[in-house]
T-cell receptor
Framework: KNQVEQSPQSLIILEGKNCTLQ??????????LRWYKQDTGRGPVSLTI?????NTKSNGRYTATLDADTKQSSLHITASQLSDSASYIC???????????FGKGNQVVVIP | SQTIHQWPATLVQPVGSPLSLECTVE??????LYWYRQAAGRGLQLLFY??????ISSEVPQNLSASRPQDRQFILSSKKLLLSDSGFYLC???????????FGAGSRLTVL
């Protein structure tokens, strides 16, 4: 079973609307959680990184939340733009471990 | 500032031919270096990681190998490509102990 589960797998939204992507993880002991944005055919680019003590972090129209007790994170996209069409990948790191656990990504398509 | 370069961006190779993908990092010393493969609809799969020159850890048995001839250079190779080697390959670097990765732009390999 994957240590990081993301939902929904894919999402189509109208330009200007908001959406929320979910990430549930079982990685332990938790170190940090990062959301990446990956445009088609490109490498992932970091959006936010959150540690155990952080509940919310924003990067422009992207806002990530973290509940370390329930091991859940969300990424909220406000006033979506066509350029937000991408895969959003949740990556979780454990203490004392060089390995990262990757979700399969949320595929977002913004239509005009 | 740190930058990561990965090439070639796209590659079409016949079955049985050799492969060499190269990755270099600038602006940092002694980075952790990683090679990932990303299949459509699946998460990133760690292939190799390196914590220093000549130190390579392999995550999955496969037709590929990796080498780190210099501190900031990481090479992914194969002597004879298989059809199943087709995919999107990502190089990444991270600071030792931080578990936060920066990815290259990716290399699309098609084996015919």
């Amino acid at each position: 079973k994957n240590q990081v589960e993301q939902s929904p797998q894919s999402l189509i939204i109208l330009e200007g609307k908001n959406c929320t992507l979910q990430c549930n993880y079982t990685v332990s002991p938790f170190s940090n959680l990062r959301w990446y944005k990956q445009d088609t055919g490109r490498g992932p680019v970091s959006l936010t990184i959150m540690t155990f003590s952080e509940n919310t972090k924003s990067n422009g129209r992207y806002t990530a939340t973290l509940d370390a007790d329930t091991k859940q994170s969300s990424l909220h996209i406000t006033a979506s733009q066509l350029s937000d069409s991408a895969s959003y990948i949740c990556v979780v790191s454990a203490y004392g471990n060089n390995r990262l656990a990757f979700g399969k990504g949320n595929q977002v398509v913004v239509i005009p | 500032s740190q930058t990561i370069h990965q090439w070639p961006a796209t590659l079409v190779q016949p079955v049985g031919s050799p492969l060499s993908l190269e990755c270099t990092v600038e602006g940092t010393s002694n980075p952790n270096l990683y090679w990932y493969r990303q299949a459509a609809g699946r998460g990133l799969q760690l292939l190799f990681y390196s914590v220093g020159i000549g130190q390579i850890s392999s995550e999955v048995p496969q037709n590929l190998s990796a080498s780190r001839p210099q501190d900031r250079q990481f090479i992914l190779s194969s002597k004879k490509l298989l059809l199943s080697d087709s995919g999107f390959y990502l190089c990444a670097w991270g600071v030792a102990g931080a578990n936060v990765l920066t990815f290259g732009a990716g290399s699309r390999l098609t084996v015919l």
